[in-house]
T-cell receptor
Framework: KQEVTQIPAALSVPEGENLVLNCSFTDSAIYNLQWFRQDPGKGLTSLLL?????REQTSGRLNASLDKSSGRSTLYIAASQPGDSATYLCAVTRGTGRTYKYIFGTGTRLKVLA | GAVVSQHPSRVICKSGTSVKIECRSLDFQATTMFWYRQFPKQSLMLMAT?????????EQGVEKDKFLINHASLTLSTLTVTSAHPEDSSFYIC????????????FGPGTRLTVL
């Protein structure tokens, strides 16, 4: 059974710091991995999608890496800002066609202090 | 980009009543929709996968008679919580996957259900 874990569970940092959020998964047979942001009481905003054949993706101040063999992904946030405060979720996908589905991690609650 | 809406955004109901939540893909056709629930400070847990025109596939431990899912068209799926109880209070989020079979799911904004 695939299990997805995120460390740390919560993080509070001063503005301007560079951050690394970790995601680990137990079964390396994934289709792809995606990072999301969730603001309190809101739905999900997709940040980065990494195909299983890729090793990293970048968007602005965000960089996500994927190491399938070790079952790990990291989300790097450069020069953090108070507006980055949210819960960050990683999710792996498995299966194809009608068996395709996401399995979400436990989340990291980030607070960036002004 | 692809947009998924949910209605209502919030609902409060009395114990024993049924509540219907709608999930719509606004600018694309979704062959597959997914329903998740999320308890406070916890992650999303997949409840069921809904394919247009066929019965939903429920995850282990999810009661299909309690959580009725209908995916009657390529743009609409509904989740009905029957005989709701306080323990059903949760945040319900749907997502939709397009016909082209792309890897991305597009998520709705969620529905907060409170059962009194």
């Amino acid at each position: 059974k695939q299990e997805v874990t995120q460390i740390p569970a919560a993080l509070s940092v001063p503005e301007g710091e560079n951050l690394v959020l970790n995601c680990s998964f137990t079964d390396s047979a994934i289709y792809n991995l995606q990072w999301f942001r969730q603001d309190p009481g809101k739905g999900l905003t997709s940040l980065l999608l990494i195909q299983s054949s890729q090793r990293e993706q970048t968007s602005g101040r965000l960089n996500a890496s994927l190491d399938k063999s070790s079952g790990r992904s990291t989300l790097y946030i450069a020069a953090s800002q108070p507006g980055d405060s949210a819960t960050y979720l990683c999710a792996v996908t498995r299966g194809t066609g009608r068996t395709y589905k996401y399995i979400f991690g436990t989340g990291t609650r980030l607070k960036v202090l002004a | 980009g692809a947009v998924v809406s949910q209605h209502p955004s919030r609902v409060i109901c009395k114990s024993g009543t049924s509540v219907k939540i709608e999930c719509r893909s606004l600018d694309f056709q979704a062959t597959t929709m997914f329903w998740y629930r999320q308890f406070p400070k916890q992650s999303l847990m997949l409840m069921a996968t809904s394919n247009e025109g066929s019965k939903a596939t429920y995850e282990q431990g999810v009661e299909k008679d309690k959580f009725l899912i209908n995916h009657a068209s390529l743009t609409l799926s509904t989740l009905t919580v029957t005989s709701a109880h306080p323990e059903d209070s949760s945040f319900y989020i749907c997502s939709a996957r397009g016909m082209l079979g792309t890897d991305t799911q597009y998520f709705g904004p969620g529905t907060r259900l409170t059962v009194l």
